[in-house]
C-alpha cells in the first residue's frame, strides 16, 4: 500500500515539475474563486437564518437544518453516482489492474487500495463543494472548536458511507450487465439526473422567496421536506447530527453518528464478502471481452465528395461516445432554464425589457463558448492516436481542418440563432434587436469555434485520457479564459449602440443610424481580424504537426 | 522505386537520424534492422509523411516526395508500430474508411473487405467495434487495411507484433506474393528470422545512419557468419564507418 501511495505522489510530483505548475496554479485560482461565491451566498443565507429576529431559536436550527437537508441530499446523489461509476472504472477497466495482479501484492492490499483510489476521486468534488457550506454552517451556527470536531466528524462519516455504499453497488452491477457498456448508459442516466434537478430547481421559482411576503411559502415548502421516510438516509442524519451539535444536545448527536458507524460497518462487511466470493470471478468475465454483437451500418459509396468519408467517420465516432454526446442532455436542461428565465423573471418596467433582450443574447454567446469547450476544443485532441492514418493517407490535411470547423460551426450556429429565435418568441424583439442579434452572435460564434480549434491542436496531445482531460490543459483553460474575456469585450463593445439607440428612442430624438452602423462595422472588422488571425494559425498548427 | 538521400531530423538537440541513405526498388523487400533508438521509426515516419524532414531528399517513382504530394501518397501505405485505430468503428467500417481515404473504387471494396478478414483469420470480428479487439485482432486489421489499398510501397514497422505464428507465416507468403507484382516494401523490425526469411536486401542504422547495407546472402558470405543474428550482432557491436556491399 505505502509503495502504491508513493508511486502516486511521484506521478503527481512529476506532472506537477513537468509544466503542470502554471496549469495547477490556473486550477487553483479557478476553484478559489469558485469557494468564494459560493462561500458569500451560503454565508449571506445562514448570517440570515442565524439573525433573523422574527424567528425563535429552535425555528433558527431547524430551518437550517431543512436546508442542509436538501444541499445534502443532491450532493449524497453525486456522491452514490460517482463512487458507483469510478468503482466500474478503477475495479474493473483501469489499465494497471492487469500489473497489479500480475505482482506479488496481496489481493487484499491491491483492493484496499482500489477502493482508497474511488474514495479520493469520488469524494473530491463532494468535498470541495461542502466546504463553503460546512465553514458558513459553523461560523453562524457552531462557532465552538468542539461544534466543528462534531461536525467535521459527522460529514466525514457521511462521505465514508456515501462511497461505501456506490463502490458496492458498483461492484454487484457487473455480476448482471456488461461493464463497458454499462458505464457510458450509467454516465448518461448521470447527466440526465443532473440536468433534470437544474431544471427542477428552476422550477421552483426561487426568485419568488425574495418577497417578504412569500416567506410563509418558504416554511411551508421547507415543512412540506419533513416527511419521515427521509430520516432513515445519511443526508438527513448529517443534517440531524449538526443540528445536535449546533444545539449542543450530546446525546442525540453521538446517536446519529452511531448510525454512520454503524451503517459504514456493515458496507464494510459486505464489501469483504463480495471481494472474497465475487471480484476476482467478475473481474475475469469482464476480460473476456464482447460478443461480436455490433452491427455493420457502414454503406461503401462512390465518393462524391473527398470529406465524405471524414464526415461519416466523426458523425459514427460522435454518436458511438455517450460521453460526448450525453454532454448535449445539459445543454437542452440549460436551454430549458433559459426559456423559463424570460418567462418567469418580473420585469420592473417595460424599458428593461431591451436590457433583458440584450442580456439574453450574450446568454446565447455564453452557452455557445461553453459548447466549444466541450465539443470543438476537444475534437483534433479526441481524434486520438487514429490520426496517424489521417496523416499518412493521401487525403488533403487543410481540408481536414475545415471540416473539423464546418462540423461544429454549423450545429453552433443552429444552436445560437435557435436561442436567439427563442427569445423573440417569449420577449418579442423589436426591430434593433433583431438587427443586433445576427451582428452580435455571427462572429461570436464563429470566432470562438476558431479559437477553440486553434488551441484544441496546440495542445497537440494524440492519445487524451478523456475529453475532460483535455479541458482541464493548459490550452483548456486558456480558452476558458479567452473566451470569457472576448465575450466581456464584445458586450461593452456593443453596449455602445445598444445604449445609443435606446438613448436617442427615449429622447424622442431620430437614430444615429451613421454612428450606430460604424460601430458595428467596427465590431465586424475586429472579429474578422481576429478569426482570421486564429484561422491562419490554427492551420499552419494542423498542417505542419508532426505525430 | 524509393530513392532516399542523406535523410536527417533532430528532436531538439538530438540528432535521431544523421544521415540515412538507401535505395529499393520494384518488387523488392527492404529491411530495416537496427537497436531501439537507432532511427528505423523516424525513417519509416518520415516516409509515411508524419514527420517533417530537416534535410535530404525521397524520390518516389522519379517524384520528388514530400507530406503533401497526395498523389504519390496515394501509393504509398504505412502500417505503424502501434495499433493506432479509431475504436468506435468496426472493423469492416475501418477498412472502408481507410479505403474511402485512398479512393480505392467502389467495386473492389467488398472483394478486398471479404478477402482480408477471411485471410488473416478474423471474420467474426468483422462487425464488432475496434475497441473490442485484442492487440493481435487490431494488428491484423491495420496490415489487412494497409494491403487493401495496393500501394506500390509498403511501410511495415513491426508489422508482426502480437500476431499468432500461422497468420504470421500466412502474411509473410502474402508480403512476397505482392513484391512478385511490383510492390516493394520497407520494413523495420526486431525479429531477424523474419527478416532473413523475408528480405532480399537488409540495412542496419546505428545511431542515425545506415551502418552497412546490401544483398543480405552477399552480406552474410562477406562477414563469414551462417546467421543473419551474428551478422548483425557483430555489425552493430563493431560499427564504425557505414559500408556499402
Redesign the interface.
Known amino acids: 500500500m505505502a509503495s502504491l501511495l508513493k508511486l502516486k505522489l511521484r506521478q503527481l510530483r512529476n506532472a506537477f515539475a513537468r509544466g503542470g505548475r502554471g496549469k495547477f496554479l490556473l486550477l487553483l485560482l479557478l476553484a478559489a474563486f469558485f469557494l468564494l461565491v459560493l462561500g458569500f451566498f451560503f454565508n449571506r443565507l445562514f448570517a440570515y437564518l442565524a439573525g433573523a429576529q422574527e424567528f425563535p431559536a429552535a425555528l433558527k436550527l431547524f430551518l437550517a437544518e431543512k436546508l442542509l437537508m436538501m444541499v445534502y441530499l443532491t450532493l449524497f446523489a453525486m456522491l452514490l453516482l460517482s463512487s458507483l461509476l469510478s468503482t466500474l472504472d478503477v475495479f474493473f477497466i483501469s489499465r494497471d489492474l492487469l500489473f497489479l495482479f500480475s505482482t506479488p501484492l496481496p489481493l487484499r492490499s491491491a483492493f484496499a487500495w482500489k477502493l482508497a483510489e474511488t474514495a479520493a476521486y469520488s469524494s473530491s468534488m463532494v468535498v470541495f463543494f461542502s466546504l463553503p457550506v460546512l465553514s458558513s454552517y459553523c461560523r453562524w451556527f457552531a462557532p465552538g472548536a468542539g461544534q466543528v470536531a462534531q461536525v467535521l466528524l459527522a460529514f466525514l462519516l457521511f462521505v465514508a458511507c456515501g462511497v461505501l455504499a456506490g463502490v458496492l453497488l458498483g461492484m454487484l452491477v457487473p455480476a448482471f450487465f456488461s461493464v463497458?457498456r454499462l458505464q457510458p448508459v450509467l454516465s448518461v442516466l448521470s447527466i440526465i439526473l443532473i440536468s433534470s434537478v437544474v431544471v427542477f430547481m428552476r422550477l421552483l421559482r426561487p426568485e419568488r422567496f425574495l418577497e417578504p411576503g412569500e416567506i410563509e411559502d418558504v416554511l411551508r415548502f421547507m415543512g412540506s421536506l419533513d416527511m419521515r421516510a427521509l430520516y432513515s438516509f445519511p443526508f438527513s442524519w448529517l443534517a440531524r447530527a449538526m443540528s445536535h451539535a449546533a444545539g449542543g444536545r450530546s446525546a442525540a448527536y453521538w446517536k446519529s453518528v452511531a448510525l454512520f458507524v454503524l451503517l459504514a460497518a456493515l458496507l464494510l462487511g459486505l464489501l469483504g464478502l463480495l471481494r472474497r466470493r465475487l471480484y476476482l470471478k467478475l473481474f475475469d468475465k469482464m476480460n473476456r471481452?464482447?460478443s461480436?454483437a455490433?452491427?455493420?451500418r457502414?454503406r461503401?459509396?462512390?465518393?462524391a465528395a473527398d470529406m465524405?468519408?471524414l464526415l461519416?467517420?466523426e458523425r459514427?465516432?460522435f454518436l458511438?461516445?455517450p460521453a460526448q454526446w450525453s454532454q448535449l442532455l445539459i445543454v437542452g436542461a440549460l436551454v430549458a432554464v433559459f426559456v423559463i428565465n424570460m418567462k418567469m423573471i418580473p420585469l420592473p418596467h417595460p424599458s428593461v425589457r431591451g436590457v433583458v433582450i440584450y442580456l439574453n443574447l450574450i446568454m446565447a454567446v455564453f452557452i455557445i463558448a461553453g459548447l466549444n469547450s466541450r465539443f470543438t476544443f476537444t475534437s483534433v485532441p479526441g481524434e486520438?492516436?487514429?490520426?496517424?492514418?489521417?496523416?499518412?493517407?493521401?487525403?488533403?490535411?487543410a481540408a481536414v481542418y475545415r471540416l473539423k470547423l464546418g462540423f461544429h460551426l454549423l450545429p453552433l450556429m443552429l444552436v445560437a440563432f435557435g436561442l436567439a429565435a427563442l427569445g423573440d418568441l417569449t420577449l418579442h424583439f423589436d426591430r434593433f434587436t433583431r438587427l443586433l442579434a445576427p451582428v452580435f452572435i455571427l462572429p461570436a460564434v464563429v470566432f470562438l469555434t476558431v479559437l477553440a480549434l486553434e488551441l484544441g491542436i496546440a495542445t497537440n496531445e494524440t492519445n487524451p485520457l478523456s475529453p475532460e482531460h483535455v479541458i482541464v490543459s493548459k490550452q483548456g483553460i486558456a480558452y476558458m479564459l479567452w473566451s470569457m474575456i472576448y465575450v466581456v469585450g464584445s458586450v461593452l463593445f456593443l453596449a455602445r449602440p445598444v445604449v445609443l439607440y435606446y438613448w436617442w428612442q427615449v429622447t424622442r430624438h431620430a437614430v444615429p443610424v451613421g454612428k450606430i452602423t460604424a460601430w458595428f462595422a467596427g465590431y465586424w472588422a475586429i472579429n474578422a481580424a481576429l478569426i482570421a488571425f486564429f484561422y491562419r494559425r490554427g492551420l499552419r498548427l494542423w498542417?505542419?504537426r508532426?505525430? | 522505386m524509393l530513392e532516399v538521400t542523406d535523410l536527417r531530423k533532430s528532436f531538439g538537440a538530438r540528432e535521431a537520424l544523421k544521415s540515412v541513405s538507401f535505395t529499393l526498388a520494384p518488387g523488392e523487400i527492404y529491411g530495416l534492422l537496427g537497436p531501439n533508438g537507432a532511427g528505423k521509426t523516424t525513417t519509416l515516419?518520415i516516409l509515411?509523411?508524419?514527420?517533417?524532414a530537416d534535410g535530404g531528399s525521397v524520390t518516389v517513382e522519379g517524384e520528388t516526395y514530400h507530406r503533401?504530394n497526395?498523389?504519390?501518397?496515394?501509393r504509398?501505405?504505412?502500417v505503424?508500430d502501434?495499433p493506432?485505430?479509431?475504436?468506435?468503428?468496426?472493423g469492416?467500417?475501418h477498412l472502408?474508411?481507410?479505403?474511402?481515404?485512398?479512393?480505392v473504387p467502389?467495386a473492389r471494396?467488398?472483394e478486398r473487405c471479404d478477402f482480408y478478414f477471411r485471410y488473416f483469420e478474423f471474420e467474426?470480428?468483422?462487425?464488432?467495434?475496434v475497441?473490442?479487439y485484442?492487440a493481435g485482432t487490431r494488428q491484423k486489421l491495420l496490415i489487412s487495411?494497409a494491403l487493401a489499398v495496393e500501394p506500390k510501397l509498403l511501410l511495415l514497422d513491426e508489422p508482426l507484433v502480437s500476431i499468432d505464428p500461422l497468420v504470421g507465416r500466412k502474411f509473410k507468403m502474402h508480403l512476397r506474393e505482392i513484391a512478385s507484382r511490383g510492390t516493394a516494401v520497407l520494413f523495420a523490425t526486431h525479429i531477424l528470422t523474419l527478416a532473413q526469411e523475408v528480405c532480399r536486401r537488409i540495412g542496419v542504422i546505428a545511431d542515425g545512419r545506415i551502418i552497412v547495407q546490401g544483398d543480405l546472402a552477399r552480406l552474410m558470405e562477406m562477414a563469414g557468419q551462417g546467421s543473419l543474428e551474428e551478422f548483425y550482432f557483430q555489425t552493430v557491436l563493431a560499427h564504425g564507418e557505414p559500408a556499402e556491399a
Not at chain 1, 384 to 397: E, N, Y
Request: charged share 30%; glycine share 8%.
Open positions: 463497458r471481452g464482447g461480436g455490433y452491427a455493420s457502414w461503401p459509396h462512390r465518393l465524405r468519408p461519416r467517420k459514427k465516432t458511438r461516445t486520438g492516436p487514429g490520426q496517424v492514418h489521417l496523416f499518412a493517407s493521401p487525403c488533403d490535411k498542417v505542419n508532426e505525430l | 515516419k509515411a509523411g508524419l514527420l517533417a503533401e497526395h498523389e504519390l501518397k496515394k504509398i501505405a504505412y505503424p502501434q493506432f485505430l479509431y475504436y468506435k468503428l468496426t469492416e467500417e472502408n474508411f481507410f479505403m474511402d481515404l485512398y479512393r467502389y471494396r467488398r467474426e470480428y468483422r462487425s464488432e467495434l475497441e473490442n485484442s487495411q
